[in-house]
């Protein structure tokens, strides 16, 4: 399983980067604005960190105005993965672009079906939003579970990218159920290192160990 960062802040990239367990980053607008700087220097910085795909979102409406802002997005870096939304103006981008060997995740998707077409469109990562499913009472999870299972019956090349992970069991079913990708903030990825048990097993070890006697 890949772990992917949901952020544009340099310097949690930079942190979660030297753990050497971070595979890539996914941004979308909201979090490019939380950042004082120009999307393209910006991403620039990001791809400069992280030797992996990193995913910038095109803003248009119609299909020909996120081809334009694709094809320069992808120019910008080989690590940039173009993201489109699910739309069918989205899908008939994803479509062109995909046939232009440029990488595209398809993003804002909650339903099988629409999985389903980003992968028939040529999609390189599909993005189910587990959370904002949770939001509205529906199960995000399950549809993980549906759309593995689709990909995996027609031997689909689209990688499922799970996004909107709000915590670590998001993380744990994700793997169960066998997605390629989970995207998750800062705040979710540093949790995932960490278990009350650990942190007293490691005290008592050192308590005991000044114990110890040492050789002057
Ligand atoms: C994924 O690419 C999105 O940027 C992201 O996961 C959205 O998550 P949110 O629902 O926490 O905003």
Not at 56 to 81: C, F, P, Q, W, Y
Request: charged letters at 25%; a negative charge.
């Amino acid at each position: 399983m890949k772990f992917f960062l949901d952020t544009a802040n340099l310097d949690e990239i930079r942190d979660a980067a030297s753990t050497g367990v971070l595979d890539g980053i996914t941004t979308n607008p909201t979090l490019i604005s939380k950042e004082a700087n120009t999307f393209e220097d910006q991403l620039l910085k990001i791809c400069s960190l992280v030797d992996g795909p990193v995913s910038a979102e095109t803003v248009s409406r119609d299909a020909g105005g996120m081809i334009e802002e694709a094809r320069h997005l992808a120019k910008l870096h080989r690590n940039i993965v173009v993201k489109c939304p699910m739309t069918k103006d989205g899908l008939k981008a994803t479509k062109i672009l995909s046939g232009e060997r440029i990488r595209v995740n398809v993003t804002l998707v909650f339903s099988a079906p629409q999985a389903i077409m980003a992968a028939k469109a040529g999609a390189y990562f599909v993005s189910p939003f587990v959370g904002r499913l949770d939001d509205v009472g529906q199960s995000g999870m399950d549809l993980i579970r549906d759309i593995v299972t689709i990909f995996n019956n027609y031997e689909y090349k689209t990688e499922v990218l799970v996004a909107s992970i709000r915590n670590p069991i998001h993380v744990v079913q994700a793997a169960l159920m066998g997605a390629d990708i989970c995207t998750m903030p800062a705040k979710v990825f540093e949790q995932l290192f960490k278990h009350p048990l650990t942190d007293k097993g490691v005290e008592q070890f050192l308590k005991d160990w000044e114990t110890v006697p040492v050789i002057k």
